[in-house]
């Protein structure tokens, strides 16, 4: 990863749809539409992240 591949402060995410800790698949867009969407990332447990 590059810092051209970097999103700016104020920059919206680009679509993506993740599966939920229920197994549901949910995508970006449809978040939205309910309200506001905060995204948290973390390295996966048990690595050295």
Do not use: K, Q
Not at 9 to 24: L, S
């Amino acid at each position: 990863m590059t810092s051209s591949d970097l999103l700016a402060v104020g920059t919206r995410a680009p679509e993506f749809v993740a599966v939920d800790h229920e197994g549901v698949a949910r995508s970006l867009s449809d978040l939205l539409e309910r309200g506001h969407v905060a995204l948290f990332f973390y390295p996966g447990n048990n690595t050295p992240g």
